[in-house]
């Protein structure tokens, strides 16, 4: 095999600014204001932080330590002496990195927030046929061109590095809650770092070596270029029942704004550059895609698979301002997908609101959504955080958790009681919509409340989890930043004189996990945090399906789909003065129970053909319930308004 090597790629009108030259602008924190950071830190991870025992105990780090000793230090530096403030940066990056936990962050100040430092290409790993690791590239900036460079060439090392050491390296810096974890991250943060959350690349370019679509080796030079990300969904230091319901992985949520504005600039044209827009008229992406009002958060289409048709219906994030219009647009699209088997992929999906990850778990099973509970730890600072708040004075009802905490002291316990974020009512107020099997596809990049819907899907007997890694992410909290920590203690007026909280200067912030999430069901009282949900079937990556729409994943899927069982349960209705007649058309279903307003009123078996029921005394606008049984088993539920 032959080799050629080259300078860089070619770019044509893309945008973005050399690293060098986005640096020389950085570096204005006086030595008070990085003082004032590492003491900030030190009193959210010592007072607000869930899993500090947790990840002290699991990985044997000690972050308060590594702050006090770098505040002591900066106590014999003068304006003059500082260290560089990359420096600064980068070591209160490595204190937060250091536990593993992707909710706890540093957040550096301007210019690095809302930037993203990018190479023009993304990187994927798959298998071949013996079981090898290939890492290909997937995609690249519009206009984009080096030789022999594109989707299928092969990536063997970086900066000289095996490709695979190289991934390794580079997720031990920026580690997840788990070795899957830990790779993902490796890997996309090759080609793409949200500086805000992490420390600018150390070096001006990059050589990559790979083989091109020629089948000949070739390497190549690229710079780190910088430009400006899409802004978040929402302000998560405001105090709203939206900010103090997040489950995000910030990191996941700035890079996927990120690919939307490097590779799918059609998706940021129709959001109008909002994040997760709501649109007034349904849109598609793709030609095969369904019409979406969501087209940054959903995408939904019909697969044809060696198994059989089957919808395949993508989420991209939860992070939503309306989980009630999440979860109905999800309901829309779910319906008219094939009713004979769903996939439902959280794929890449950092999380967002948790009442929209746990409003959506209803709509697939027919049995009652118990939210998962979530625990603070039992401090003085997040005591007097629920005291303030335990009315819900502000929008924020922190009064499930007050009467453990004020009890802290006296029983000694280490968290306080376990109560869901999400209403229980929310999550059962419409019930089941989808009747077919349902497979759900995840990933080390299911995060936060990602994780949560894929722990409901797990502890609720929803369906058949397919990962195409051992675990996901592994991140279970509600995460809280530091603007909205200090506000809370400020709202509603007068503000808490006595308030620990300072401002932070620069723009910098702070996020940590505030409520720990635990399991419901058979493993009820389990952390998520570390531990994550394991898949029951997995499936390698194939160059197939990183180059061919995900053909043998969705083939594997499919495969799972056609081996549960079809359920149909069919309610049709009409009504003649007081009598209601009830049509029952039903496929996988031995028996129908029927409860009008929640009272029983009918129990049918039923053999398979139609059958009509008559219901006297009914009045229009009443509920009705129809609860279809196999094998003395609940399997199916359906609710009409009459």
């Known amino acids: 095999m032959g080799a050629r090597s080259g300078r860089g790629g070619v770019v044509e009108g893309a ?10 602008s950085a570096g204005t924190l006086t030595i008070g204001q990085r003082k004032l950071l590492v003491d900030q830190a030190l009193l959210i991870l010592d007072q607000n932080y869930v899993h500090l025992p947790l990840k002290a105990a699991m990985h044997a ?10 505040r002591s230090r900066m106590e014999r530096q003068t304006a003059e002496t500082m260290e560089p403030e990359w420096m600064f940066h980068r070591q209160m990056s490595s204190i937060f990195h250091s536990v593993r936990d992707l909710h706890t962050n540093y957040l550096l100040p301007a210019p690095f927030a809302g930037q993203i430092a990018y ?37 063997t090392h970086w900066n000289g590095t095996p490709i695979a050491r190289a991934v390794a390296l580079n997720g031990a810096q920026f580690a997840g809650s788990n070795d899957a974890a830990n790779l993902a991250r490796g890997l996309e943060s090759l080609t793409l770092r949200p500086l805000v959350i992490q420390s600018p690349p150390d070096e001006d370019w990059v050589n990559l070596t790979y083989v091109g679509l020629d089948g000949l080796t070739q390497e190549l030079r690229e710079q780190w270029k910088v430009t400006a990300n899409l802004p978040p969904m929402t302000d998560l230091d405001a105090i709203s029942e939206t900010s103090a319901s997040m489950g995000l992985d910030l990191d996941s949520d700035e890079k996927a704004r990120a690919k939307k504005v490097l590779y799918v600039r059609d998706v940021v044209e129709l959001e109008g550059g909002q994040s997760s827009a709501e649109l007034s008229t349904p849109a598609a992406v793709g030609g095969a895609d369904l019409p979406t009002t969501m087209p940054g958060v959903f995408r939904a289409r019909e697969v044809v698979t060696p198994s059989g048709t089957f919808g395949h219906l993508r989420i991209f994030t939860f992070s939503v301002q309306d989980p009630v219009a999440f979860r109905n647009e999800f309901v829309r699209l779910a319906g008219l997908l094939p009713q004979r088997g769903l996939i439902v992929d959280v794929r890449d999906n950092g999380g967002g609101h948790i009442y929209a990850s746990e409003f959506t778990l209803q709509t697939l099973t027919p049995r009652a959504i118990s939210p998962e509970p979530v625990q603070f730890i039992s401090t003085p600072l997040n005591l007097r955080i629920c005291r303030r708040h335990k009315d819900n004075p502000a929008g924020i009802d922190l009064g499930p958790w007050f009467d453990s905490l004020d009890l802290a002291t006296e029983t000694g316990a280490a968290y306080s009681a376990a109560k869901p974020i999400t209403p229980e009512d929310g999550a059962n107020d ?19 409340a990602t994780d949560i819907f894929a722990a409901g899907f797990a502890d609720h007997e929803i369906g058949t989890i397919l990962g ?24 509603p007026p007068p503000p808490d004189p006595t308030s620990p909280y300072e401002a932070l200067p620069n723009g910098a912030n702070l996020r940590v996990s505030i409520r720990r999430t635990l399991r419901v069901g058979e493993l009820s009282g389990t952390p998520v945090e570390d531990l994550g949900i394991r898949p029951h079937e997995t499936h390698k990556m194939t160059r197939a399906d990183l180059l061919d729409g995900n053909v043998d994943l969705l083939a594997k899927a499919g495969s799972l789909l056609a081996a549960m069982p079809v359920r149909r349960l069919g309610v049709t209705t009409s009504i003649s003065g007081t009598t209601l007649t009830v049509t029952l058309d039903v496929e996988g279903i031995e028996r129908v129970d029927l ?48």
């Open 468 to 491: 195409v890694d051992d675990n996901t992410g592994a991140g279970g909290a509600n995460v809280w930043t530091h603007g909205l920590l200090a506000a809370l203690l400020n709202e």
């Open 61 to 70: 780090v000690n972050p308060l330590q590594r702050l006090r000793v770098m």
């Open 119 to 155: 190479l023009p290409f993304m990187i994927e790993k798959c298998y071949d046929a013996a079981g090898k690791e290939q890492y290909l590239i997937t995609r690249t900036v519009t206009g984009y061109s080096a030789p022999q460079f594109g989707p299928g060439a092969e990536v």
């Open 430 to 448: 419409i019930g089941q919509t989808y009747h077919g099997p349902v497979v759900l596809i995840t990933d080390a990049r299911v995060y936060s």
């Open 595 to 642: 409860y009008l307003e929640g009272r029983p009123i009918s129990s049918e078996d039923l053999t398979g053909a139609p059958l009509s029921i008559d219901i006297l005394d009914v009045t229009p606008g009443q509920l009705l319930r129809a609860d279809g049984y196999h094998d003395g088993a609940l399997v199916a539920s359906r609710r009409h308004i009459i």
């Open 15 to 24: 945008g973005g600014v050399p690293l060098p030259q986005f640096l020389g």
